[in-house]
């Protein structure tokens, strides 16, 4: 069992709980509008697992998960803790979406990713991308035991291989194959708009995918 912090409650961060609590591991979720708020999200947790969640703060989540989820847009990544999650696997789920976000400049020119961004805010933590290309729906829907043939595959990226590794067995835990597509700096592989982008693939079928991958510039 692993304790599992959330920070974002939405419809990504609210699937991940519940998957979480549905494989044993205890959920300790956060949003920026106070835990008071997150009632009934910790209510129907309690019925899938009782006393397996818990509402906090965003610092209580990042302190008390030994992984931590950032599924928050892409506007409060400075708000997110950095002292708690020193030396932690830090799940990162985000997207860049001008329109959402406000234009980023070294988003727009390709110099960096969302994860990048993510890991020089929280240079001691271990950033993997993770979870960012699949619809909210299908992390529950789509979810199948290892073996299943044509089971659905989700990408990781990371620098460190021991937490991509960490990554990748809680995803084939709650469902899903693993493609491991490098380090953070090629997660632009599965963007929005990329081949692989939210579309259901097999492991060797978004594999493909990744490789099919261009630039925006290059479009």
Request: glycine share 10%; net charge negative.
């Amino acid at each position: 069992m692993t304790t599992i912090g959330i920070i974002g409650a939405g419809n990504i961060g609210s699937q991940l709980a519940r998957l979480a609590v549905q494989h044993g591991h205890q959920v300790v979720i956060a949003n920026s509008r106070g835990p008071e708020t997150l009632t009934g999200l910790v209510d129907e947790l309690d019925g899938i697992a009782p006393g397996a969640a818990r509402a906090a703060t965003r610092d209580e989540a990042a302190a008390a998960g030994e992984i931590v989820v950032v599924t928050t847009p892409l506007a409060a990544i400075e708000t997110i803790p950095v002292e708690p999650l020193v030396g932690k696997v830090v799940i990162d789920t985000n997207n860049y979406y001008p329109q959402r976000d406000g234009h980023i400049a070294a988003l727009d020119d390709e110099t960096t990713t969302t994860a990048e961004l993510l890991q020089d805010h929280l240079p001691g933590a271990r950033v993997v991308k993770a979870f960012n290309h699949i619809g909210a729906a299908d992390l529950t829907g789509h979810a199948s035991p290892a073996g299943t043939p044509d089971r659905r595959a989700l990408v990781v990226a990371g620098d460190d291989e021991s937490a991509k590794a960490v990554v990748a067995d809680l995803i084939d835990q709650f469902g899903f194959d693993v493609v491991d597509a490098g380090p953070l700096a090629e997660g632009w592989r599965i963007q929005r708009d990329t081949p692989g982008y939210v579309a259901r693939f097999t492991a060797d079928e978004l594999r493909a995918k990744l490789a099919e991958a261009k630039r925006y510039r290059d479009q």
